[in-house]
């Protein structure tokens, strides 16, 4: 089917949603389930435990188990703190978090500790940033105390449902900003579901199709389990597998059945496209290494140009590492998303 489809379902009794673009997985999002760590979003109400010396870090008491925040400095144990998720834990590992905590919807994001109203650079149209601009001075009129930012999502949306939203956005970073400087542990707002999520990041679809049967109607079990088999195909015959491994994330890239001279490059730039839709739609970060298909040094820059231009349109922070001695290619993903492989097996 051509155009963008939203189906929202359920797999194994869990929240998933799914983003087809003209018949492929574009997204793919399933919640991790009640054991698995708390997910990126949740705001926790931390004390102070100890500090880890020499790393400027510290760790934190949650109301079960523990959270590790980088720059520390100046906190002491004891000291209560407002903390949201930023990833996903390893396993045995403390829950990463920020102290900058953001409360974010579709068409707003109110920041507490960065006052001022800012409008997403993607809205260049002048009378539409006024226009979203007095929408939001009127529901938020006090950006000194708060700040308040408008998302691209803002652009041509219905004044009420915008202003709603920052209202409500508004009340609910009050109403926790009230709680911070009690002395438990606390959980105070639960990360966003996959049906959230959805509502939340996707743009408009040209089909919604919500609730039980949307998966099996637009063929979505079958694209999990293209997805599930770690084999991906690439034009013109080739294909890369990627493998999830404790250390890191293995890709290996193959020109198939294409013997021209310049198989392997073909090959090599089609992945590089395609890598951040594969990793964003397999839940998977960390480290990863590609091992390209043969490749002359001299093409190796043109390469890196399509994964730096692939990787800047994806919303997940993923820096590029760089080549190997051994002519692999490097990346680090933050891990916003439970890889689907383990969230399935939960």
């Known amino acids: 089917?051509?155009?963008?489809?939203?189906?929202?379902?359920?797999?194994?009794?869990?929240?998933?949603?799914?983003?087809?673009?003209?018949?492929?997985?574009?997204?793919?999002?399933?919640?991790?389930?009640?054991?698995?760590?708390?997910p990126p979003g949740t705001i926790f109400r931390a004390v102070c435990d100890r500090p880890l010396k020499g790393q400027g870090?510290?760790?934190l008491r949650l109301p079960q188990g523990t959270a590790y925040l980088r720059q520390a400095r100046g906190l002491r144990p004891g000291q209560p703190l407002l903390v949201q998720v930023t990833g996903y834990a390893e396993e045995g590992k403390a829950v990463p978090v920020t102290a900058r905590v953001l409360f974010k919807s579709r068409f707003a994001i109110v920041t507490p500790d960065a006052p001022g109203l800012n409008i997403s650079r993607r809205i260049r149209d002048e009378n539409e940033r006024v226009r979203l601009h007095d929408i939001a001075t009127g529901v938020f009129p006090d950006a000194e105390a708060a700040g308040l930012i408008l998302r691209s999502s803002c652009e041509g949306a219905d004044e009420a449902e915008i202003a709603s939203d920052i209202s409500t956005m508004r009340d609910i970073a009050a109403q926790v900003m009230s709680e911070r400087l009690q002395n438990s542990p606390e959980l105070l707002v639960d990360g966003p579901n996959a049906?959230?999520?959805?509502?939340?990041?996707?743009?408009?679809?040209?089909?919604?199709?919500?609730?039980?049967?949307?998966?099996?109607?637009?063929?979505?079990?079958?694209?999990?389990?293209a997805l599930l088999s770690g084999r991906h195909g690439l034009p013109g015959g080739a294909h890369a597998y990627v493998e999830?491994?404790?250390?890191?994330?293995?890709?290996?890239?193959?020109?198939?059945?294409?013997?021209?001279?310049?198989?392997?490059?073909?090959?090599?730039?089609?992945?590089?496209?395609?890598?951040?839709r594969i990793l964003r739609c397999s839940g998977l970060g960390g480290q990863i290494t590609?091992?390209?298909?043969?490749?002359?040094?001299?093409?190796?820059?043109q390469v890196e140009q399509v994964l730096q231009a692939a990787f800047r349109r994806d919303a997940i922070d993923t820096a590029l590492a760089g080549w190997t001695p051994l002519g692999h290619f490097e990346l680090r993903r933050k891990r916003e998303r439970l890889p689907v492989q383990e969230a399935l097996k939960k």
Not at 294 to 301: C, G, H, I, N, S
């Open 290 to 301: 590609v091992d390209f298909a043969p490749l002359a040094r001299k093409d190796r820059k």
């Open 57 to 59: 870090a510290m760790m």
């Open 1 to 38: 089917m051509k155009g963008r489809v939203v189906a929202l379902d359920e797999v194994n009794g869990r929240m998933a949603a799914a983003l087809i673009v003209d018949g492929r997985l574009e997204d793919f999002l399933i919640d991790a389930g009640p054991d698995a760590p708390p």
């Open 195 to 225: 049906h959230d999520l959805a509502w939340r990041d996707w743009d408009q679809p040209d089909v919604l199709a919500d609730g039980e049967g949307a998966f099996a109607d637009h063929g979505v079990h079958e694209l999990i389990d």
């Open 244 to 276: 999830p491994t404790r250390a890191l994330v293995a890709i290996d890239v193959n020109t198939g059945p294409d013997t021209s001279f310049s198989a392997g490059l073909k090959a090599n730039i089609a992945l590089a496209k395609d890598l951040p």
